[in-house]
Protein backbone atom coordinates (compact mmCIF):
# COMPACT_ATOMS: atom_id res chain seq x y z
CA UNK A 1 0.00 0.00 0.00
CA UNK A 2 3.04 2.59 1.02
CA UNK A 3 4.28 1.60 -2.27
CA UNK A 4 0.89 3.41 -4.38
CA UNK A 5 0.95 5.77 -1.98
CA UNK A 6 4.18 6.87 -2.97
CA UNK A 7 3.65 6.34 -6.78
CA UNK A 8 0.82 8.25 -6.71
CA UNK A 9 2.71 11.28 -4.83
CA UNK A 10 5.36 11.34 -7.53
CA UNK A 11 2.62 11.22 -10.25
CA UNK A 12 1.33 14.60 -8.39
CA UNK A 13 4.56 16.12 -8.18
CA UNK A 14 5.96 15.46 -12.08
CA UNK A 15 2.24 16.06 -13.46
CA UNK A 16 1.70 19.25 -15.62
CA UNK A 17 -1.28 19.07 -12.98
CA UNK A 18 -0.06 18.62 -10.05
CA UNK A 19 0.57 21.05 -7.20
CA UNK A 20 -1.72 23.62 -8.85
CA UNK A 21 0.28 24.32 -11.96
CA UNK A 22 -1.02 23.82 -15.57
CA UNK A 23 2.21 24.25 -17.56
CA UNK A 24 5.73 22.71 -17.54
CA UNK A 25 8.30 24.82 -15.97
CA UNK A 26 10.27 26.98 -18.22
CA UNK A 27 13.76 25.53 -18.68
CA UNK A 28 17.61 27.26 -19.51
CA UNK A 29 18.71 26.08 -23.08
CA UNK A 30 21.61 28.37 -22.76
CA UNK A 31 22.59 31.30 -21.29
CA UNK A 32 25.77 33.47 -22.09
CA UNK A 33 25.91 37.06 -21.15
CA UNK A 34 24.61 38.75 -24.10
CA UNK A 35 22.16 35.67 -25.30
CA UNK A 36 19.57 33.53 -23.31
CA UNK A 37 17.34 30.70 -24.52
CA UNK A 38 14.77 30.10 -22.11
CA UNK A 39 12.26 27.69 -23.21
CA UNK A 40 8.88 25.39 -21.44
CA UNK A 41 7.03 22.09 -23.48
CA UNK A 42 3.49 23.18 -25.26
CA UNK A 43 2.88 19.36 -25.17
CA UNK A 44 0.05 18.92 -22.24
CA UNK A 45 1.18 15.52 -21.99
CA UNK A 46 5.03 15.50 -21.52
CA UNK A 47 8.13 17.76 -20.91
CA UNK A 48 11.90 16.75 -22.44
CA UNK A 49 14.99 18.04 -22.31
CA UNK A 50 17.07 20.57 -24.59
CA UNK A 51 20.33 22.40 -24.45
CA UNK A 52 22.68 24.13 -26.06
CA UNK A 53 26.48 23.37 -25.88
CA UNK A 54 28.67 27.22 -27.03
CA UNK A 55 25.42 29.84 -25.94
CA UNK A 56 26.79 32.76 -28.17
CA UNK A 57 25.20 35.51 -30.35
CA UNK A 58 27.23 34.80 -33.61
CA UNK A 59 26.02 30.74 -34.18
CA UNK A 60 28.64 28.43 -35.38
CA UNK A 61 27.43 26.73 -38.36
CA UNK A 62 27.68 23.21 -36.88
CA UNK A 63 26.09 24.15 -33.14
CA UNK A 64 26.24 20.95 -30.55
CA UNK A 65 22.81 20.10 -28.99
CA UNK A 66 21.21 17.71 -26.18
CA UNK A 67 18.13 16.62 -26.81
CA UNK A 68 15.97 13.89 -24.23
CA UNK A 69 12.82 12.72 -24.30
CA UNK A 70 10.92 9.34 -23.98
CA UNK A 71 8.78 8.53 -27.11
CA UNK A 72 4.74 7.95 -27.33
CA UNK A 73 4.69 7.76 -31.30
CA UNK A 74 7.14 5.05 -33.03
CA UNK A 75 9.04 7.96 -35.42
CA UNK A 76 9.46 5.89 -38.66
CA UNK A 77 9.25 9.43 -39.71
CA UNK A 78 9.69 12.75 -38.36
CA UNK A 79 9.36 16.21 -38.91
CA UNK A 80 10.24 19.39 -37.49
CA UNK A 81 8.37 22.97 -38.19
CA UNK A 82 9.93 25.88 -36.70
CA UNK A 83 8.55 29.28 -36.88
CA UNK A 84 10.11 32.64 -35.70
CA UNK A 85 8.47 35.76 -34.53
CA UNK A 86 9.07 39.07 -33.38
CA UNK A 87 6.70 41.70 -31.75
CA UNK A 88 3.95 38.75 -32.44
CA UNK A 89 4.51 38.92 -36.02
CA UNK A 90 6.14 35.99 -38.10
CA UNK A 91 9.58 36.37 -39.78
CA UNK A 92 10.38 32.60 -40.69
CA UNK A 93 8.73 29.68 -41.11
CA UNK A 94 11.00 26.51 -41.71
CA UNK A 95 10.09 22.81 -42.17
CA UNK A 96 12.69 19.88 -41.91
CA UNK A 97 12.21 16.25 -42.42
CA UNK A 98 14.41 15.00 -39.55
CA UNK A 99 13.96 11.04 -40.08
CA UNK A 100 12.39 9.84 -43.57
CA UNK A 101 11.22 6.07 -43.96
CA UNK A 102 14.02 5.57 -46.76
CA UNK A 103 16.50 8.00 -45.43
CA UNK A 104 17.89 7.97 -41.91
CA UNK A 105 19.55 10.83 -41.28
CA UNK A 106 20.15 10.06 -37.27
CA UNK A 107 20.34 6.78 -35.04
CA UNK A 108 17.40 7.41 -33.28
CA UNK A 109 14.81 7.23 -36.61
CA UNK A 110 13.36 4.00 -36.60
CA UNK A 111 13.19 4.35 -32.99
CA UNK A 112 9.63 2.71 -30.90
CA UNK A 113 6.75 4.16 -28.63
CA UNK A 114 7.77 3.99 -25.28
CA UNK A 115 11.87 4.24 -26.08
CA UNK A 116 14.02 6.77 -25.04
CA UNK A 117 15.87 9.68 -27.60
CA UNK A 118 18.70 10.99 -26.27
CA UNK A 119 21.02 13.03 -29.06
CA UNK A 120 23.91 14.88 -28.31
CA UNK A 121 25.89 16.15 -31.14
CA UNK A 122 25.65 18.66 -33.81
CA UNK A 123 23.08 20.47 -36.21
CA UNK A 124 24.19 21.78 -38.86
CA UNK A 125 22.94 25.30 -39.59
CA UNK A 126 24.17 28.28 -41.93
CA UNK A 127 25.98 30.20 -38.89
CA UNK A 128 24.73 33.63 -38.17
CA UNK A 129 24.91 36.39 -35.50
CA UNK A 130 22.02 36.68 -33.98
CA UNK A 131 20.43 40.33 -33.89
CA UNK A 132 20.00 42.13 -30.80
CA UNK A 133 16.01 41.75 -29.51
CA UNK A 134 13.78 39.03 -28.32
CA UNK A 135 12.55 36.43 -30.46
CA UNK A 136 9.61 33.87 -29.73
CA UNK A 137 10.36 30.63 -31.56
CA UNK A 138 7.66 27.80 -31.87
CA UNK A 139 9.01 24.38 -32.56
CA UNK A 140 6.98 21.56 -33.27
CA UNK A 141 8.57 18.01 -33.72
CA UNK A 142 5.50 15.55 -35.34
CA UNK A 143 5.02 12.00 -36.81
CA UNK A 144 3.85 11.21 -40.36
CA UNK A 145 0.43 10.89 -39.05
CA UNK A 146 0.73 14.81 -37.05
CA UNK A 147 0.72 13.26 -34.31
CA UNK A 148 2.71 15.62 -31.68
CA UNK A 149 6.22 14.32 -30.32
CA UNK A 150 7.24 17.10 -28.72
CA UNK A 151 6.44 20.89 -28.94
CA UNK A 152 8.14 23.84 -27.16
CA UNK A 153 7.55 27.42 -27.28
CA UNK A 154 11.09 29.40 -26.66
CA UNK A 155 12.24 32.78 -26.08
CA UNK A 156 15.60 33.96 -27.57
CA UNK A 157 16.36 37.47 -25.62
CA UNK A 158 19.96 38.81 -27.41
CA UNK A 159 21.53 42.29 -26.14
Same mark, same amino acid.
Given at each position: ?5 ? @?? $?? /?? #? ?9 ? /? ?5 ? %? ?9 ? &? ?6 ? $?????? +??? #? ?5 VRF??? *????? %?? #? $????? #????? @? +?? *??? +? ?11 ? $? &? ?28 ? *? ?9 ? @?? @? ?7
Amino acid at each position: MKGVTA @AI $FV /WT #LISPHGGGSHA /WPTHTAC %RDGSLEVLYQS &CDPLQDFG $FSVEQC +SKH #LKPNLNVRFGII *LREDI %RE #L $FLDVT #LLTQG @A +SV *LSY +SYPVCEGDLPRFS $F &CGRRRGEQIYYAGPVSNPGFDVPEGQYEVL *LKLYTRNHSTV @AC @ANATVTCS
